[in-house]
C-alpha cells in the first residue's frame, strides 16, 4: 500500500501542516503455514491433530507526526498528536481431537486447544487461551442426527504494560475485552431431522457465558442464548431451498 497521502485539512485558514514523506511506505510480510496429522491407530478410535501459524510482521518505517487537525478546524502542535503504531500480531493455534466410537452410529470426541497470541501496542504483550471440549454425536438411523457440545476455557494475559493505557489516558484497571482475561462456558446442540432425500429440518439451540475476572473498567460480563431452525427443500436436483431463523 503505497497511494499519495491525503493532507491534514482542505480548510485554507489553518496553516498547511507538512507531512514527512508523501507515501505511507507501508510495508507488512505475512508468514504462514499449517500442519495436520491424523491416525487412527484402532478402528475405534480417530485422533486429529492441527497446527497453524500466522505472523503478521509489520515493517513500515517510523513515520514522524508534525502535528494534526481535529474536527477539519483544530490545530495541535507536534507535541500533543499521537505517533502511529505498526500494528503486528503472531498467532499459533494448537488442536488435538481423539474421537472413541462408543456405540454403533455413536461417538464421543475429547479435544484441547491453545491458542497463543502476541501483538505489538497492546495492554499484554502476549495472551494463551487454553480450550477443553467434549461432544457427543450420534447417527442413529439414517433419519436423525444429534451433536451435544461442551467448552470451557481460560484465557490469560502476560506482560501487563500499563503505560500504553497511561499514554492514551484511559484508567489505568481498563481491560480491553478483546485481550482480557477471560473464563467461557458454552454448550451447544445441534440436530438435523431428514425423513426423506427430499426435506430436512435443522434445529440448534445454545448457551454461553463470558466472565472476565480482572476487569475494573470495560466488559465484565457476557451472556448469550441463541438458537436456530430451518429447513431444506430440494424438490429436483436441479432446484433447492432453504429457510433458517
Aim: avoid cysteine; glycine fraction near 6%.
Amino acid at each position: 500500500q503505497n497511494a499519495p497521502l491525503l493532507p491534514h485539512t482542505i480548510n485554507s485558514l489553518i496553516p498547511v501542516i507538512p507531512l514527512e514523506r508523501p507515501t505511507a511506505e507501508a510495508k507488512i510480510r505475512n508468514t504462514m503455514f499449517n500442519l495436520q496429522y491424523s491416525a487412527r491407530p484402532v478402528n475405534q478410535f480417530l485422533v486429529v491433530a492441527r497446527y497453524r501459524y500466522a505472523d503478521v510482521d509489520n515493517r513500515t518505517h517510523h513515520f514522524e507526526t508534525l502535528g494534526r487537525v481535529r474536527f477539519d478546524g483544530v490545530l495541535d502542535d507536534a507535541a500533543g498528536s499521537p505517533e502511529p503504531e505498526p500494528y503486528g500480531v503472531k498467532r499459533k493455534n494448537f488442536d488435538v481431537d481423539g474421537t472413541f466410537t462408543v456405540l454403533p452410529f455413536a461417538s464421543l470426541r475429547v479435544g484441547y486447544g491453545n491458542a497463543i497470541a502476541d501483538r505489538t501496542f497492546r495492554v499484554w504483550e502476549e495472551t494463551k487461551e487454553n480450550t477443553f471440549r467434549t461432544s457427543f454425536d450420534t447417527t442413529g438411523n439414517q433419519f436423525v442426527t444429534f451433536r451435544a457440545l461442551f467448552e470451557n476455557s481460560a484465557r490469560e494475559g502476560e506482560g501487563l504494560e500499563l503505560h500504553v493505557l497511561e499514554a492514551v489516558g484511559e484508567q489505568p484497571a481498563m481491560r480491553q475485552f478483546d485481550i482480557a482475561d477471560r473464563d467461557r462456558k458454552r454448550f451447544t446442540l445441534l440436530t438435523t431431522v431428514t425423513p426423506n432425500a427430499y426435506f430436512g429440518v435443522n434445529l440448534s439451540a445454545g448457551v454461553g457465558r463470558d466472565e472476565y475476572p480482572h476487569s475494573e473498567f470495560g466488559l465484565q460480563h457476557y451472556d448469550s442464548d441463541q438458537y436456530s431452525a430451518g429447513f431444506d427443500l430440494f424438490p429436483s436436483d436441479q432446484v433447492g431451498f432453504s429457510l433458517v431463523y
